[in-house]
């Protein structure tokens, strides 16, 4: 090989590495370009996730309030509440509303059992006896005992019918009207 040959094939050979390190820089510089727009995207990304991690422990904050306002709640007794109407055409004599703090305490004729008693001498028709549990608790029961103009003795329980619970009773004698109802509502 000649000496022109020898650099004809040198000048080849630095021409094709010169084109190649040109194409790899180009396509360095492509790289670089897409990682750039990744990184900045995944920078956003961080970015938004951490306003809306924010915002989040925000709403945890409200919901862990309102969990612990509504824990309180549930710890505070429920007041319940008695209204009893006299719905009849008579009068009812020695009306009284006993309460006690729980279901099946003490014999219910016992009023000495009760925990809370509110009376009234004569419920006329359409007049009302209302009363509240008070600091009886969540599970208080009441009910009215009433005498008849015949003398008669009887109780009801919320929401149901009269009973007699007296010695003294006369056939034929109808079973007084009386409404009664009751509820809870916190305090």
Known sequence: MTFFGAALLTAITTAVLAVGAIFTAVFAVRAFRVQSRQLDLQQQQLKDQREDSAKQAKVLELQAAGL???????????????????????????VTLQWWPEPGLGPLDDEKECAKVKSAVQLIPGEDLSDTSGTLGPYACWSVIFRDRTG????????????????????GTSTPAVASGGGSRRV
Do not use: M, T
């Open 68 to 94: 612990h306002e509504s824990l309180r709640e549930a710890r505070e007794p429920a007041e319940i509440f008695a209204h009893v109407k006299n719905i009849s055409e008579q009068p009812l004599y020695d």
């Open 152 to 171: 008669v003795c009887w109780r009801v329980h919320p929401n149901e019918r009269p009973r007699i619970v007296g010695e003294k009773w006369f056939p």
